[in-house]
């Protein structure tokens, strides 16, 4: 069975606090997904990272995707209450667009 | 304009019962996907139809049945419905499979939630 381990699944800060989640797994993955979730609404894709040792920046994200290309981390700097959501990474696999899903991350960002 | 959408948003059903959830996609994409998430937010995919062709069918019980009319549909047909199923269904879209890898992003439909009674 293929998994993604995700941590912390629940995470509480207060606005302007920086925070790291990561995404783990013993599997290789083709690529690595990071999706974020409101309330009601279905995910939202953030980034897709490909190659080993990948950094990709989205305005105050920062996602790394691990040389193995078995793990990877989402970093937010100075965090706004805007970012609240559950955060959730998934493996592609070449098997016809599979996702695997961790177990996401959900984030609170108090004002 | 809704790129993937889904009916009904809410479903209250009695167990034993058959239901339905449409989904369409009108971004011309070749590959729709069903996925259940639980009420742990955990999202686990379901079934994947690539232009109307099954290519992914995870252990899924079989009173769980999609169909895909056309490239632009994929519906899901639940039989004999158990308390367990009660979770959100989410559809999604991706440009295509080419190669047997998926590229492109998944479109998510906003889920319709299921409570079986």
């Known amino acids: 069975t293929q998994l993604l381990e995700q941590s912390p699944q629940f995470l509480s800060i207060q606005e302007g606090e920086n925070l790291t989640v990561y995404c783990n797994s013993s599997s290789v993955f083709s690529s690595l997904q990071w999706y974020r979730q409101e309330p009601g609404e279905g995910p939202v894709l953030l980034v897709t990272v490909v190659t080993g040792g990948e950094v990709k920046k989205l305005k105050r994200l920062t996602f790394q995707f691990g040389d193995a290309r078995k793990d990877s981390s989402l970093h937010i700097t100075a965090a706004q209450p805007g970012d609240t959501g559950l955060y959730l990474c998934?493996?592609?696999?070449?098997?016809?667009?599979?996702?695997?899903f961790g177990q996401g991350t959900e984030l609170s960002v108090k004002p | 304009d809704t790129a993937v959408s889904q009916t009904p948003k809410y479903l209250v059903t009695q167990m034993g019962n058959d239901k339905s959830i449409k989904c369409e996609q009108n971004?011309?994409?070749?590959?729709m996907y069903w996925y259940k998430q639980d009420s742990k937010k955990f999202l686990k995919i379901m079934f994947s139809y690539n232009n109307k062709e099954l290519i992914i069918n995870e252990t899924v019980p079989n009173r769980f049945s999609p169909k895909s009319p056309d490239k632009a549909h994929l519906n899901l047909h639940i039989n004999s419905l158990e308390l367990g199923d009660s979770a959100v269904y989410f559809c999604?879209?991706?440009?295509?499979?080419?190669?047997?890898?998926?590229?492109?992003?998944?479109?998510f439909g906003p889920g319709t939630r299921l409570t079986v009674l």
């Open positions: 971004l011309g994409h070749d590959t």
């Open positions: 999604a879209s991706s440009p295509g499979v080419l190669g047997g890898r998926a590229w492109g992003e998944q479109f």
């Open positions: 998934a493996g592609a696999h070449n098997q016809g667009g599979k996702l695997i």
